[in-house]
Structure formats: C-alpha cells, structure tokens
Antibody, heavy 122, light 107 residues
C-alpha cells in the first residue's frame, strides 16, 4: 500500500518561499496513472487544492495560486515537491500531499500524507 | 470556480441514528462529486466518488446520491467511529474544489 510523507520547514517568513517535499513509499511516482497533488487546509477551515503533477512532468495548478506555485517531481528519489513563493500569513495551513489514482477514481484523492503544518510568520 | 455549500454545519446525533448530509453546488457538476471523512489530526479518507460509488473498503452504511447541483451523503446507522467532519469535492470543473464541511458530533 502506498504511503506518502510530507517534509519541510514548519516556519517560513513572509515574502519568502515555502518548500515542501512528499516522499512516496510502497509505490512509485512513475507507475500507473497517478497524479501527485498538493492540498492545504488553513487552521479551522476547509480544504483547498493547489495543483498536481503527472509522472511525465506535466502540471495543472489552481488559478488561485498559478503565479506563485511550482510543483516538480524527482523520479530518482520517488519524491515530488511544492514551491510557493511570496508567502503571507494567509498561507499558514496544514499542507497535504495526496495521490489521484486516475484509473480507479479519476480526479479524487485516494491516498494522503499525514499533513504538515506550515506557519508563515516573522 | 464551483462553490460547494455543505449543510448543516454541525449535525448532533446519537450512535445508531441515521445521518443525512447535504452538498449543494453553485452550478451543475453532473454526477462528479465525492465525499471524504476527516477525523481530528488525520488526513481525509475517500468514502464516495461520482456521487454514489463507494471507494474500496468503505462500509455499506455509507451511501451517496444526487446529481446536478444537489447531493446527499447518508450514514444509515452511526457507529462511534463515524463522528468526524465530512467534506464534499467536485471534479467536474477546474479547479477541483471542496465544500466547507459538516461536523457530525455525538449528541
């Protein structure tokens, strides 16, 4: 069974870049028809999809973030990453990495990491 | 973007009771709506996809219905482990969007 684990700094200063990595185990970022996603959840609020990447490197982003976000994949390390630049306090959230199994569930998220809290503060 | 509005915000019920949760879309999403369960400190878990199909391993007491703009998640008889927050999510239009959630709490 695939497992996803987020890692990265828990504290980022305003105007800087938030960088997170998701490590995939028990599976491969290059196998199957999987889209590797980032989703966030501000404290006490609902879920917000940020974007996803396919094994080929093709990406799709939420227009809300499009000018600030980059998602990349490192197939040799079985990892994919999120960079969100010019952060503000409004970017404080739990960030989840998640998988879309397109073959089974099309654009729903069937596997998730545990989430990591990122706080934007000076 | 499609806005999903969930109601009620909180549902207070006792174990064994039936729970009925609503998700309304700002425009039609056909049948392309799913439901997730989230417990405190945990990631969401996919329960239902495409309005009425249960994901692998999901108990039969969870069922979904609806199409167009109005959808319902029903838990036929609440088990203690079902008290959680439930989110809907649509995949009909970009960006993928989620509802604000319904908390099912013990009465």
């Amino acid at each position: 069974q695939v497992q996803l684990q987020e890692s990265g700094p828990g504290l980022v200063k305003p105007s800087e870049t938030l960088s997170l990595t998701c490590t995939v185990s028990g599976g491969s970022v290059t196998s199957g028809s999987y889209y590797w996603s980032w989703i966030r959840q501000p404290p006490g609020k609902g879920l917000e999809w940020i974007g996803y990447i396919y094994k080929s490197g093709s990406t799709k982003y939420n227009a809300l973030f499009k000018s600030r976000v980059t998602i990349s994949v490192d197939t040799s390390k079985e990892q994919f990453s999120l960079n969100l630049n010019s952060v503000t306090a409004e970017d404080t959230a739990v960030y989840y990495c998640a998988r879309i199994d397109y073959g089974a569930y099309t654009h729903y998220f069937d596997s998730w990491g545990q989430g990591t809290l990122v706080t934007v503060s000076s | 973007e499609i806005v999903l509005t969930q109601s009620p915000a909180t549902l207070s019920l006792s174990p064994g009771e039936r729970a009925t949760l609503s998700c309304r879309a700002s425009q039609s999403v056909s049948i392309y709506l799913g439901w997730y369960q989230q417990k405190p400190g945990q990631a969401p878990r996919l329960l239902i996809f495409d309005a009425s199909s249960r994901a692998t391993g999901i108990p039969a007491r969870f069922s979904g219905s609806g199409s167009g703009t109005d959808f319902t998640l029903t838990i036929s008889s609440l088990e203690p482990e079902d008290f959680a927050v439930y989110y809907c999510q649509q995949r009909n239009n970009w960006p993928l969007t989620f509802g604000g959630g319904t908390r099912v709490e013990i009465k």
